[in-house]
Each structure stands twice: as C-alpha cells, then as structure tokens.
C-alpha cells in the first residue's frame, strides 16, 4: 500500500545517483584540467627560464663573427668557427651573462664559457650592461707596441692586485698564455682577447694558480669564450635530474636527498682535504690574497679519483680589488655590504659606508660548508675531534689577534686528522 502512495520514489534513487556521478564526473575533469594548465604553465615558465639561460648559439655566433672580420684570435677559435670540432653540450649557466656548457674539444671534454655582457668588476647584485660588442673587444688598439701592451697589463694587475713586487712575471706569464699559435709572438687578435679575457677572475686566477692541483687548466681560448678542463662530477653532492622533475621536487626533501647521494665517508675526506688545500692556495698566494665570495656545493667538483677540482671560480676576487671598491659604498645596514653570498663586510653607521675589512675568512666558510658533508658518516673515534675541530674553524674571524697563525693551525690539524683516518685505506 505503500508503493501505491508513492508510485515514483523507486525511480527517483537511480536519477539521484546519476546527477552525483555527473557531479563527481565533472569534479574530476575539473580539477584534472586545471593540474594539466598548471602543469603546462610551469613547464612552459621554466623551459622560457631555460632558453634564456642557455643562449650558446648566440654566444658562438657573436665570437664567430669577432673572430672571422680578425678582431680576435686564439687556439679555440679556429676549432669553433671554422672546422666546428669544439662542441656545446649541457648547459650549466646560472645567469644568462654567464654562459656556461659541457662541452667537447676534439676527443677532449672540457667546460666551455663565455660573457653574454660585459663583465664589470663587481655587480653588487646590480643589472649588468647589455653587453657593448664594439667596447667589449677595443684594446689593445692597433699599432699598439708589445712593450705598451705589457704595461696595459702591468696596470690592471696592480689595480687589481695591489702594488706586488713580482708582477712583471705575471705580465710575462700572461704574454706566453696570449700567445695561443706559440709563434713567440702576439698578434693583435690574440692581444685583444686577451685583454678581454684579463677582466674577468677566473681566468686571472687559472694563469695564477695552472700548476696547483685543484684549479681546472685553460686548454685554449677565442676573445672572452673559453674552454676549461672537465671535471666528471660538477658538484660537490648531489645527483643530476631533468630539470622537469626538478620542478616537482621540494627544496627541504631534494637537500635531504643531495646528502644520499654523496661518495663514502673516505672519499668525502679526500674530497675535503683538496679544498683546505685549495684555501691555502689562494690565501696570501704568490699575487697577493684572494677572498672566495661563494663558496658552494654547486662550484666544487672532483675527478675518477675523487681529487677535489674548482668548477666555477669566477666569485673568487683579489682582496684588494674588492676593498678598493666596497670601502666607499653607501649603506644602511650590515646587508648592503655583501658581494656574492659569502663576502661580508660591515657597515659604519657614522659614515653610511661600508668597512672595508672582510668579516669571516676563506677557511670559515669553507669549514662551514664541510660541516655537515663530513659529520654525516663519520667514523665514531673521531666524529667529536672532527666536530670540535669544524666549529673551532667556523668561528675564524678576519679581525681576530693572531688570525694567520690560528689559521695555520687550524687547516693543518683538520687536514692532519682527515688524513691520519683515510692513509690506510682503498679510498686515499
């Protein structure tokens, strides 16, 4: 009897049914497509990042055409422009000024670099200069004797150097670098790439230091591109994924992860004990001091048998070039006075000005990042030595009585600990 007073009630529970599955059916496509236009807009957001970054063939066809109407000249350039037996590979640029490539020379691998813009001196996080192609490679000028070409260079090392007592045997080293035909003379091309070329560190930094174990070695140039040697691993930890999954992975977990992916205990040691060295040689070096303004996982590399190599040094500045500069910059706060993440100053609130003296030496910062890269792991007889020891060095300041001599100590009982644990072993 029931059934008879409400003769639709059974037909309404299907229709209920079917409007909740169009429902839900609709939420899903819903939130389906807007994963796909997310998705799509943050692939197509950073593949723009990319193809701004990683600007080679722009940087070949600039230097191409420098080197063909015989404004410049070097070993690369005849190799890159002409039989095009030197490649670009992956791209490891940071920024779109600095170009940075994987690349194959020959049967050689090496690491291919280039300035987009003209490089200055110190940025200060400030915006680079579109790059002046006109400017960029103007000097030495033509008719310009050998003898005036080595007091150009004379000149800008002691702007850059400070007044140092040997600085004719870096210009004569710097004439046998530029000299890329080895004909026992400079060409005008050659001098004007290499004039190029001595603007930025790094490179003044690979001729200062070509004989030290832990700086990559110049194999040739063509204007301000230059190949460097490879190094098989680009960083210090880390494993290398597509940048596509890179977008989906979060910063805290791919830190956690970069530590798995790190070479055993022993070899970590090794690793380490190649970049105290690398420290001692740019502090109070055979051209004065350089101060490292950025020293991270990702501008540290090593080799097949784990020897630590500089991938990136072009934040490594001659400390008195940096003072020249940063001693006169307005400030508000200790933040103004900053260059690259690592260089700090402090900021006299008297004048507005930045100080010029460097808060935290190279040994500092480099113990700081050792930190927890040798901690993790480390054997148990000597993990609180090493911990100890790690802290000791992080607390090193500029400032400090008696910094070199604690300096000194501190390196040599660090790399005297890493060693005494590693000598034995497979991994040393």
């Known amino acids: 009897m029931a059934r008879s007073l409400c003769p639709g009630a059974w037909l309404r529970k299907p229709y209920y049914l079917q409007a909740r599955f169009s429902y839900v059916r609709m939420k899903y496509l819903f939130f389906s497509w807007l994963a796909v236009f997310v998705g799509s807009w943050i692939i197509y957001v950073q593949y723009s990042t990319y193809t701004e970054l990683c600007r080679g063939k722009d940087c070949k066809k600039i230097i191409c055409d420098k080197y063909k109407t015989g404004v410049i000249d070097g070993p690369a350039c005849n190799s890159l422009c002409v039989t095009e037996t030197l490649y670009f590979g ?182 380490a004990i190649g970049l105290l060295e690398f420290v001692e040689d740019v502090f109070h070096g055979p051209y004065g001091n350089f101060l490292m303004c950025d020293i991270s996982a990702k501008n540290l590399g090593y080799n097949d048998k784990y020897d630590l190599k500089m991938v990136d040094m072009r934040k490594i500045v001659p400390e008195t070039n940096l003072k020249e500069i940063i001693k006169d910059r307005h400030c508000e706060s200790d933040l103004d006075c900053v260059y690259g993440s690592d260089c700090r100053t402090s900021c006299d609130q008297s004048t507005m000005k930045c100080t010029s003296e460097v808060i935290q030496p190279n040994l500092a910062k480099a113990c700081q990042l050792l930190k927890d890269y040798l901690l993790r792991g480390a054997p148990s007889e000597i993990r609180e030595e090493l911990e100890k020891q790690l802290y000791s060095c992080i607390a090193l300041k500029v400032t400090a009585n008696q910094m070199e001599m604690e300096h000194s100590l501190i390196l040599n009982n660090l790399k005297t600990l890493l060693w005494k644990k590693i000598s034995y072993t497979n991994d040393s």
């Open 90 to 271: 992956k791209c490891l640029s940071t920024k779109p000024n600095n170009q940075m490539y994987l690349g194959i020379w020959g049967n050689l691998p090496g690491v291919v670099k280039c300035q987009m813009e003209q490089a200055l001196h110190l940025d200060f996080g400030t915006e680079l200069e579109p790059r002046k192609e006109i400017v960029l490679f103007d000097k030495p000028t033509r008719g310009t004797t050998v003898q005036k070409f080595k007091e150009m260079v004379y000149s800008l090392f002691k702007a850059k150097l400070g007044d140092q007592g040997n600085l004719s045997e870096l210009v004569n080293l710097i004439l046998t670098v530029a000299d890329g035909d080895k004909d026992g003379q400079v060409s005008l091309g050659e001098a004007k790439s290499a004039w190029a070329l001595l603007q930025l560190n790094e490179f003044l930094l690979m001729v200062i230091l070509q004989d030290k174990e832990h700086t990559p070695k110049l194999m040739g140039f063509c204007g301000d591109l230059y190949v460097m040697e490879s190094v098989e691993y680009t960083s210090l930890y880390g494993i290398s994924l597509p940048w596509v999954i890179e977008l989906f992975i979060p910063s805290g977990f791919r830190r956690s992860m970069d530590q798995l992916f790190t070479p055993s205990w022993p070899r970590k040691a090794k690793i």
